[in-house]
């Protein structure tokens, strides 16, 4: 029984898929050693939060990073893709605390610190390797035997090394300022936390009488009226004309009564709004700044909570929104409210709740960040760490420029506890534990001093930070941080540049002196049809593990009936993902990648059955002088294949590579190649079958691996069946690149002896003259039984010499009995004809309308007319003249004079017709 001919005939992904990813973690194929003497090349995973489940954002950065994994594994590299997970912060603390909420109506602080925190280690044992498995579920070889959590013991032995680090340095401090403050979670936040978003509001006039004469009054104007209760100040430019005789006097804050001083300040703006504005130092950061310039009271009105405090008076408990219309309602009764405009403003909003982000002044931790910064952006300048794309080098760069001190406390509890112990009387002591900070402090107040730990957490970023270098045994001196420190390339999102790309640079900088990294590719972003951000609110996503598995989508309600398989995902997501650029995607935009596996799988189906059982003799033994023009074409589109998709990897244009390689597999290998060979292997004696045979196991070969890291199963099932096919193929034609896993093969080498332009060009007029016939037959309704005699009119004698020994190609390919041949031949009667660059194509038809032939000719010679417009505007063009290289102007002229004559062969055509 054949092993081949009971092959399916459609690919069936699921069963495929399960065998081999189990075989690979059998074998142990994703390890890496770091005793190794090959040269290493890392890359560590953006850690998904444990909360997380598998996305098509996920999908695509995974994809990306595999394909590189795989492909430097092949190249021989110690390739080490480190997997892990991410504690996130706040975002588990929500997860548990909603479901503690749920199921018995408590909220943290009726469990208590410790029991919540057990609670979620509970959670997190059972959901969060989650994504991690689902990541499998794509074909990710990451090394899962070093899957690291940021709140591992090892990491967050470096987390507390690198704060009392930072802290030692003075980069690290304590301070009362005004932070981003979020109501529902209750936490301070980074400013990169927070998200503006263009709103609809108003912007609200206000009076404020003069405490001396109260019938002067200043109109100030706000987008917060609420914050008016805060008010210690009004401020005016020093210069304004209007406000000289008042400044240094007061006014009386309406509602609270308070007599609050006319200070001078450049920052104000003359001439926006009345050229006077009030001033709420604990409630907004440009007041707090002209506070402290003018030394200006900071009065908070907030709680925790977002609702006032006892500084409000009679609004205190009330919510913020609330007392936002009983003051317009207060002022408005009181005669002190001018008026009210609508006013578009953007407004910061959490994250992580969408809440409405409020500037608090509050005692945080904070990073002095301009130190850092410019380490990281001396390692950019220095070309130690690139962004592919580069437009994202300056976007980068000028964060960096502008960066702020960055608050890394957080009022949570799961988390990085912050590593500073305090003395009775507040004296601060960073430790790596408690025993080295108690060390400190006896020093200063005695032995046995009773200690504190501090109760806020450090920001999620703050460990994410440390990652790179973390993962691999810093602080300690491991030989894997010696391997494979520091890393190669990092994939990732545009949006976590600031909050994480940055913040790696900067630490890595800082704690080793080397770059974390050498290469930033920034992929897009998924986007519905509709160029919308997919999200679960929106109901937009994809879910991959459904597309890949079948069944129902729970973001969408779609149920696809049939699974399509990672490969088919894999390969969607690569070919449509140009460098950098957002990607929309929607469920039919998969079918393409199905549709190419069961391509391959059939191509693979028809050159096993023709290899099996077969004596394969090896490569060295082949005698080039015997092989068939089409043999040549072949292994030269193949070497073509091999450079360029090698080039575009090297180059990180994911998308580039993936099109060569479907370029190469579904047009010349299956359309054109082994649609020769069915003839060939057919009538061929043994000898050329021979040949034949040797020369499409080493291209099939070849372009499974050029293929796997992309579509890693099929190619491992496929190369697999090769392997059965041809049992002596370790003396075969892949001499010394064998192994048992494709995945541990050779990436193919490039063959530049290989390449040869005049059989490919020779090749190209054969395709083009076959894809006329065709297209001649179709447009015209006519049976190829019909049309079995063809003419080919050539312009030189050279063409003719070129293409007279392949006409038997044209007939097998094109269905023909008989091409005749020559140089300026008369045209037939009753044909159809297309002109072509060096020769005219004439297929003689049964007698008919001749207004079809009219109708051909014209639409012919419109996309000429067309093509010759355009081109030649290029060329009129002095910028694209002087600007572009001397080739590319040199063979737009060469083609606009060949357009002309071919456009002058059209119009004696057409003239004849007539």
Not at 554 to 562: F, K, L, M, P
Request: glycine share 6%; charged share 30%.
């Amino acid at each position: 029984m054949s092993l081949i001919t009971d092959l399916p005939t459609r690919y069936d992904p699921g069963p495929i898929e399960n065998k081999w990813y189990q075989q690979w973690l059998d074998k142990n194929a994703f390890e890496a050693d770091s005793s190794s003497d090959r040269k290493p090349y890392t890359i560590v995973i953006p850690p998904p939060n444990v909360t997380g489940a598998l996305h098509m954002g996920h999908a695509l950065n995974n994809t990306l990073q595999d394909i590189l994994i795989r492909w430097r594994r092949m190249q021989g590299f110690e390739a080490l893709w480190m997997p892990g997970t991410d504690h996130a912060g706040i975002a588990t603390q929500s997860v548990v605390e909603k479901i503690i909420y749920k199921t018995e109506k408590k909220k943290r602080h009726d469990i208590g610190r410790e029991k919540l925190l057990a609670r979620i280690w509970d959670w997190k044992e059972e959901y969060g390797e989650r994504i991690l498995h689902q990541l499998r579920k794509i074909g990710s070889s990451c090394d899962w035997s070093r899957t690291r959590f940021t709140m591992d013991e090892g990491l967050s032995h470096a987390v507390r090394k690198i704060f009392v680090k930072l802290y030692n340095d003075g980069l690290i401090y304590r301070g009362r300022y005004l932070v981003n403050w979020c109501p529902t979670l209750r936490t301070a936040l980074a400013d990169d936390e927070v998200e503006p978003k263009e709103v609809q509001s108003h912007l609200w006039h206000f009076q404020y009488p003069l405490t001396e004469d109260p019938s002067r009054k200043i109109t100030v104007a706000t987008t917060r009226p609420e914050t008016m209760l805060g008010d210690t100040g009004v401020a005016v430019h020093p210069d304004d004309e209007r406000y000289k005789d008042i400044i240094g006097k007061t006014v009386t804050l309406p509602l609270m009564e308070r007599e609050i001083p006319i200070v001078a300040d450049k920052h104000v703006e003359m001439d926006f709004g009345t050229g006077a504005v009030k001033v709420t130092p604990a409630h907004d950061p440009n007041d707090f700044e002209i506070g402290e310039r003018h030394n200006l009271e900071k009065i908070n009105l907030l709680n925790e909570d977002g609702t006032y405090n006892e500084n409000a008076g009679r609004f205190e408990g009330l919510d913020r929104f609330d007392v936002r219309k009983a003051v317009v309602e207060a002022l408005d009764k009181l005669g002190l409210l001018e008026k009210i405009e609508d006013h578009t403003h953007n407004v910061g909003h959490c994250y992580r709740t969408g809440d409405v982000i409020e500037p608090y002044l509050s005692l945080q931790w904070f990073v002095k960040m301009r130190p850092l910064a410019d380490m990281a952006i001396k390692a950019t300048e220095d070309g130690r760490v690139k962004f592919h794309p580069d437009r994202w080098t300056n976007f980068y760069l000028s964060w960096l420029k502008d960066v702020r001190d960055w608050c890394i406390s957080r009022q949570i509890w799961w988390g990085h506890r912050i590593p500073i112990w305090y003395a009775p009387d507040g004296t601060p002591f960073a430790g790596a534990d408690e025993a080295e900070a108690r060390a400190e402090a006896e020093k200063q107040f005695g032995e046995g001093v009773e200690l504190n730990q501090d109760e806020d957490v450090l920001d999620t970023w703050f460990s994410s930070g440390l990652w790179p270098f973390s993962t691999l045994g810093w602080p300690d001196e491991t030989q894997d941080l010696e391997k494979f420190f520091p890393t190669n390339t990092l994939v990732t999102d545009r949006g976590i540049i600031f909050f994480w790309v940055a913040r790696m640079v900067m630490l890595s900088e800082y704690a080793l002196g080397k770059q974390p990294f050498s290469d930033v590719y920034i992929h897009g972003t998924i986007m519905d049809k509709e160029g919308r951000k997919m999200s679960k609110s929106l109901k937009n996503g994809i879910d991959p593990v459904a597309l890949i598995d079948g069944g129902k989508d729970e973001n969408t309600g779609i149920v696809y009936e049939q699974p399509l398989g990672a490969d088919a995902v894999r390969f969607s997501l690569t070919t449509l993902s140009m460098e950098g650029q957002d990607l929309k995607l929607w469920p039919e935009r998969f079918e393409d990648g199905s549709r190419f596996l069961n391509k391959v799988w059939n191509a693979g189906r028809f050159a096993l059955m023709q290899l099996e059982g077969g004596p394969i003799d090896t490569a060295e033994n082949l005698d080039e002088s015997k092989l068939q023009f089409e043999d040549r074409w072949i292994l030269s589109r193949l070497a073509q294949a091999i450079e360029e998709s090698t080039n575009a990897l090297e180059d990180f244009h994911y998308c580039t590579a993936s099109q060569i390689v479907r370029d190469f597999v579904w047009n010349d290998f299956c359309d054109w190649y082994l649609e020769l060979v069915k003839f060939r292997l057919r009538d061929a004696e043994a000898g050329d079958a021979e040949i034949c045979r040797r020369i499409l196991a080493r291209v099939f070969d070849t372009t499974l691996r050029l293929l796997h890291p992309i579509c890693p199963f099929i190619t491992e099932e496929l190369w697999n069946l090769l392997g059965k096919v041809l049992p002596q193929r370790d003396s075969g034609p892949l001499k010394g690149e064998l192994s048992e896993l494709i995945l541990e093969s050779a990436w193919p080498s490039e063959t530049p002896d290989l390449k040869d332009p005049q059989t490919e060009s020779t090749f190209d007029k054969l395709k083009e003259t076959i894809q006329v016939v065709r297209k001649l037959r179709q447009e015209r309704n006519l049976a190829p039984k019909a049309t079995k005699d063809l003419q080919i009119s050539a312009t030189a004698e050279t063409v003719q010499k070129e293409l007279e020994p392949h006409l038997e190609i044209l007939k097998n390919l094109g269905n023909l009995d008989n091409v005749q041949l020559g140089v300026d031949l008369d045209r037939p009667d009753n044909s159809a004809t297309e002109v072509l660059k060096e020769f005219e194509v004439s297929l003689p038809v049964p007698e008919g309308d001749r207004s079809k032939e009219i109708e051909a000719a014209k639409k012919q010679k419109e996309e000429l007319e067309s093509y010759i417009q355009r081109e030649s505007k290029k060329l009129e063009n002095p910028s694209f003249v002087e600007r572009a290289p001397a080739q590319v102007v040199e063979g737009t002229k060469k083609r606009v004079e060949d357009a002309k004559n071919q456009l002058q062969a059209v119009l004696a055509i057409l003239k004849s017709l007539e």
